[in-house]
């Protein structure tokens, strides 16, 4: 298993089933509340924090789309046959960055780590990792259209964008984190780059999300709805930015639910929905 590979398993929650399933039927309710005839759920995932065979015994038709197909296609598969038939799922990176991106600048950077050995520096461990970051970086959609494009000029009555934005490079960061602990073992002079590089993941967030935003609004027939966490004492990054851009241009009906992320370690999130009804 590549890297990255790795860093995607330490990100799944085992006990999400039964943990979330308060949240769960809260949630599927005020997604059913827009009325829908069809739905498309951006950052499905592994379908944990929604009620899939009670919305489609309600609605037409589910699309579910993640940048991981294999836990879309896990979860789907798990379900009744009769109500399979009514959801399609599809691959789509919502920022632009693969996950082939992402495993190959992973690999990329530590085979560099190796190869420097002990003659690496702080600014040499700067220079590869801003260098890397940067490629990453330019593979972000310039705009709405290129994301669009994905869609294929498609319309859904109620998008659903939950616990989605804080995601967006968490494993980004993760391996960023991981990776610097190492190197730190390594170099014997202190050196800080977490700053410079949660700075640099703030301004991929800052460019990225008004782009999802404004492509999902166009997406969107009738509702939108998302869901981030609310933490205004400890803003969480990603869903900061996404519950203030959508308070700034959406005009957003807001609702808070209780998410039992890990019952087991005690960790609750005040998950902010925010309900935007088109004007038709």
Not at 42 to 65: H, K, L, P, Q, Y
Not at 75 to 85: A, F, K, N, R
Not at 137 to 152: Q, T
Not at 165 to 179: D, G, R
Request: glycine share 4%; aromatic share 8%; with cysteine.
């Amino acid at each position: 298993m590549s890297v990255y590979g790795m860093i995607k398993d330490k990100f799944i929650m085992k006990d999400a089933w039964q943990d979330w399933e308060p949240y769960r039927k809260k949630l599927t309710k005020l997604i059913l509340d827009t009325k829908p005839e069809n739905i498309l759920i951006v950052g499905a995932g592994r379908c944990n924090d929604f009620d899939m065979i009670g919305m489609a015994s309600v609605v037409e038709s589910i699309t579910c789309i993640d940048i991981d197909r294999d836990s879309i296609q896990s979860s789907v598969g798990e379900l009744p046959q009769d109500i399979q038939t009514k959801i399609d799922s599809e691959c789509i990176s919502l920022t632009g960055i693969s996950e082939k991106d992402m495993e190959t600048f992973c690999d990329n950077m530590l085979m560099t780590v190796r190869k420097m050995g002990r003659d690496i520096t702080t600014e040499s461990f700067r220079y590869e990792l801003i260098s890397g970051l940067n490629t990453l970086k330019e593979k972000l959609y310039g705009s709405e259209e290129e994301l669009l494009e994905h869609f294929r000029g498609r319309a859904f009555d109620t998008v659903v964008c939950c616990g989605v934005y804080s995601q967006l490079f968490a494993t980004l960061s993760f391996f960023l984190s991981s990776l610097i602990s190492s190197v730190k073992e390594i170099i014997s002079e202190p050196f800080d780059l977490e700053s410079e590089l949660n700075d640099m993941i703030r301004e991929m967030n800052a460019h990225i999300i008004p782009v999802i935003n404004n492509a999902l609004k166009r997406t969107a027939a009738k509702t939108l709805v998302f869901g981030n966490e609310y933490s205004p004492d400890y803003p969480v990054e990603g869903a900061l930015q996404c519950i203030e851009y959508i308070r700034k241009h959406m005009n957003p009906i807001e609702k808070h639910l209780d998410w039992d992320f890990n019952r087991a370690e005690g960790i609750i999130y005040d998950m902010l929905i925010q309900i935007c009804i088109k004007m038709v």
